[in-house]
């Protein structure tokens, strides 16, 4: 909005949620409070008759608008409907990914269960099961086997589908996000993020890293390759999210989204461009070239910055703590500082985490991760915490040196895991799910129970890392350094 004000065009705002700061009364010349469907938005264009309106600000819910919008012949600014289209429709989108010679998962699209079906089983399990056009990576999910796709496919369905469903084979490697801005002949990116877990969590549950800490040089330069190939190829005008995974040494793109990202403050405040003000000067016209920022990456800020998001499970009866491709988060914190580890604590002490030194941790994973957790097992048993587990993971960290307390899953007994919860005698609790959603599953009630005892659940290891590191670093928050973000 303020943007355009400079510009000197007389700016509305349509906002379907009157409690965000967006909607303070000077921010735009008009406001409306009013439901982002096409049908209400329809009324708003008819009697204000706009030169133009700007979806690229309004996340998912605004971009699905963009169809309605053109149908209405109201004039896109910045990306048009058809581009915007190519890069939300699956089938599509593969297609420009192969006109750029950029690699992604293997994958076909499908309508019918009999497809997904056929094609899971051509792809061999696990695949991600991924919709068209959805908010917050909803419907998304990873499918180990014929029942869970026949459950995936059911459930997607029971709203008409108008746009193909993807069923790609599931890539486990790192993944990495860049928001950048194209003029349709150069691009702008501020800086390249990497997650600090592994694909399969949604990018907005994904503690951020930036700048990336283990991201090899030649990555980095084929990541600004790719993001310039595709944002041409698609006719960007204004800002662009694109997702990467590098998987056995080798880049791919999961996905490009046509708008700005949550992503955009976080690396806005980081980097001190301001990423919304120069797309929006695009989306009207100008080019890279003449501003005075310039184009391709900029150089990579002397601070570290870890994005950790922030969850309301405790508020939302009977829902499913644990994290998957389908967004959960209701916000997230910044934490700033000159190294890794301070700025990783930085990020948990904001997003209300408190840092243990010691006390009791109950594991509980699946056994495919067992070898992989046990390293951070030991880690915390050499720092004085005690391990608390379930009878076969107990098994599994007795059998490799690790002394172990065996409790009773639910309530069994004295030493059952709801009445050690309850007690708050678990000091926080390492447990990766085993597949599928269902609520009468142990791992499903240990989560709940424990979200609302206020004990903090890890269902991704790398988190459970990261907060190992935050404990190694032994700081208090009296002693970490403040940051002026201003001066950064």
């Known amino acids: 909005m303020w943007a355009l004000k400079k510009q000197g065009y007389e700016t509305i705002i349509i906002n379907n949620n ?18 982002l469907t096409s049908e209400d938005v329809e009324n708003i264009v008819n009697m ?3 030169y133009g309106v700007i979806v690229q600000f309004g996340g998912q819910t605004a971009i699905k608008l963009t169809k309605a919008l053109t149908e209405m012949g109201v004039r896109i600014l910045g990306t048009e409907e058809k581009d915007m289209d190519r890069a939300e429709d699956r089938e599509l989108f593969a297609l420009s990914l192969n006109n750029c010679e950029i690699p992604m998962p293997s994958g076909e699209t499908v ?18 099961v991924r919709p068209s056009y959805v908010l917050g990576g909803q419907g998304m999910a990873i499918a ?6 026949t459950q995936l496919i059911n459930e997607i369905n029971k709203i008409a589908q108008e746009h193909p469903i993807l069923v790609d084979k599931y890539m486990y490697g790192r993944e990495v996000e860049v928001d950048a801005i ?13 997650h600090l877990e592994r694909a399969g969590v949604h990018s907005g549950d994904s503690i951020s890293v930036y700048p990336t800490q283990t991201i090899y040089e030649k990555y980095k330069s084929q990541i600004v390759d790719y993001t310039e190939r595709i944002a041409k190829e698609l006719n960007i005008i204004g800002v662009l999210n694109i997702q990467f995974i590098i998987c056995k040494e080798k880049l791919y793109i999961i996905e490009v989204n046509p708008r700005s990202s949550r992503t955009v403050p976080y690396i806005s405040k980081v980097t001190n461009l301001p990423v919304i003000d120069i797309a929006t000067r695009v989306i009207l016209g100008e080019k890279l070239k003449d501003m005075e920022y310039g184009t391709g990456i900029l150089e990579e800020s002397k601070y570290i910055a870890i994005k950790v998001p922030v969850f309301s499970f405790e508020k939302i009866k009977n829902a499913e703590t644990s994290l998957g491709p389908e967004m959960k988060s209701t916000g997230e914190v910044l934490g700033i500082a000159k190294t890794f580890s301070d700025a990783v604590l930085k990020g948990f002490i904001g997003s209300g985490i408190n840092i243990p030194t010691d006390g009791n941790v109950l594991v509980t994973v699946r056994d495919k991760d067992k070898p992989e957790v046990l390293d951070l097992i030991k880690k915390l048993a050499n720092k004085n915490f005690k391990i608390w587990a379930t009878k076969g993971t107990a098994k599994f960290l007795e059998e490799n040196g690790v002394e172990t307390k065996v409790l009773h899953k639910l309530h069994e007994g004295e030493d059952s895991i709801i009445k050690n919860i309850q007690s708050g005698n678990i000091t926080f609790i390492i447990n990766t799910p085993t597949r599928g959603k269902d609520s009468d599953r142990d791992g499903f009630k240990i989560r709940r129970i424990a979200t609302e005892c206020k004990i903090p659940v890890f269902t991704s290891i790398d988190t459970a890392y990261a907060l190992y590191n935050a404990i190694v670093n032994g700081k208090t928050e009296e002693e970490l350094d403040i940051i002026d973000i201003t001066k950064i």
Do not use: H, Q, R, W
């Open 111 to 128: 309508f019918t269960l009999e497809e997904a079906l056929k094609v899971a089983n051509k792809l061999e399990y696990p695949v991600l």
């Open 182 to 194: 194209c003029d349709g002949e150069n691009i702008l990116i501020p800086g390249i993020m990497e």
């Open 48 to 50: 204000e008759k706009p």
């Open 18 to 35: 009157p409690e965000t700061v967006s909607t303070d009364f000077d921010i735009a010349d008009k406001l409306y409070f009013e439901p």
């Open 144 to 149: 180990y086997n014929d029942n869970e796709i």
